[in-house]
């Protein structure tokens, strides 16, 4: 297995990576941009093209924003209204998966920044039933977030004529570089299926369960191509015209909006993925027993990137959290009605044999794995400049790994809101 050797990123990435002669990966190579771009010149760009679209007189919205409650939508929605002036819709494909901290952003979002706000809910025994099918079919028990999250906003989109969608950075860009900022790749159904769902769109899914029909899986269809035709509607991604720092954005979320942080399981990074219940765990733990690598590796490798961490110090970090067994699996599995021996049988077929193989136990084994990597000396490695920790907020209420999932909370955020104020 080849290691980048500045950010330490395997070359079996599932989303594919491209090592140049040093040993450097694509995702490193196009990271580098972010120094050279005339960021400044980039966000007149972004004001032109927004502009265009503000000076619709006969809408209501100009945009609409698809969000979850994470640190990240605080910065774009703050971005797109407060800075730009756009009035924003905002939309949330449910995930049946939040948490408390979770559901309480949300809703400090929606109040904090004054927007309108929509929801899509897919009842429990469907997300369930899909969930079970996916995890067979092909090893993800993520697949109805992923295909819900980046099908509603433009679902909302096209039948009420809001011909744009503003979407954060885009992960395929910022991870493994498939893209350059230069390129302006935009969001749409091509990118969704290839990218987002592996090739595995809502019509692959139709007859794997009697239990799942075609009016069942509605949240999950895109619109046609006649009525994104008709609609005109296009998805911008507000990282190839910012210079995105989740971290030092999200922080600035902190102070002015009061945005909660949570400590997970499998990463030391407790600003992201905390809205939902699996996104960093048992989505992440299966990440790992498929590829050897998981989201820890993502959030060092960037790290490594913006000069916070030592490659040594990276390493360490995927150590201690790369093997962790969630807490939050008992739940899951307890949700999804799957034993955990169904669960591994799954899952095993999915390994990927450059990491993985099975001892004549019955066990697996991983090898070549970046748990027992020796770092050499790189010229390649960067030097780290501001060394900076994640800041865990004071929580409003407890809150576990393996606690119960929400599937509907509170809209509204006053400080009478779990226990902000005595009394």
Known sequence: MKYCKRCLYPDNHALNLIFDDDGVCSGCRVHE???????????????????YYKQRSDAHYDCVIPVTGVGDDFF??????????????????????????GIRNLARLITELDCDHMMSTVGPDTVKEITRLTLKKMGDM?????AGSQTFPVQVATKLDIPLIIWGVNGWLDQVGMFSHHDRVEMTKKVRKEHALRGIDAEHLI???????????????????????????????????VQWDSQLQIEDMIDRYGYETNQQ????????????????????????????????????????????????????????YLP?????????????????????????????????????????????????????VSKQALDVLESK?????????????DDEYILLGRTYMDEANYKAKEG
Request: aromatic residues 14%; proline residues 2%.
């Open 142 to 146: 993520y697949w109805h977030v992923l």
């Open 33 to 51: 941009e972010k120094y050279q771009i005339d960021w400044q010149e980039k966000e007149q760009e972004l004001k032109q093209l927004l502009d």
């Open 207 to 241: 007859g794997g369960s009697q239990k799942v029909s075609v009016k069942d899986l509605q949240a999950f269809t895109y619109p046609s191509d006649e009525q994104l035709e008709k609609s005109r509607v296009r998805g911008l991604y507000v990282g190839n015209y």
């Open 324 to 376: 962790v067994k969630p807490k939050a699996l008992g739940r899951f599995l307890e949700w999804a009605d799957l034993t955990e021996e169904q669960f591994y049988q799954y899952i095993d077929n999915f390994r990927d044999p450059r990491v993985w193989e099975r001892k004549s136990t019955g066990e697996w084994w991983l090898k070549e794995s970046i748990l027992d990597l020796t770092l050499s």
């Open 265 to 320: 399981e499998r990463t030391y990074n407790c600003y992201e993925s905390i809205a939902c219940a699996n996104n960093a765990s048992v989505h992440d733990y299966i990440k790992y027993l498929k590829f050897g690598y998981a989201k820890v590796n993502d959030h060092v490798a960037r790290d490594i990137r913006l000069k916070r961490l030592t490659r040594e110090q990276g390493l360490e970090l995927i150590r201690k």
């Open 76 to 101: 774009v929605v703050d971005l797109i209204k407060n800075k730009y002036g756009l009035n924003p819709l905002l939309v949330t494909y449910n995930t049946h998966f939040s948490t408390k901290v």
């Open 389 to 401: 920790e994640y800041r865990q907020t004071r929580l409003l209420e407890p809150q576990s790994f």
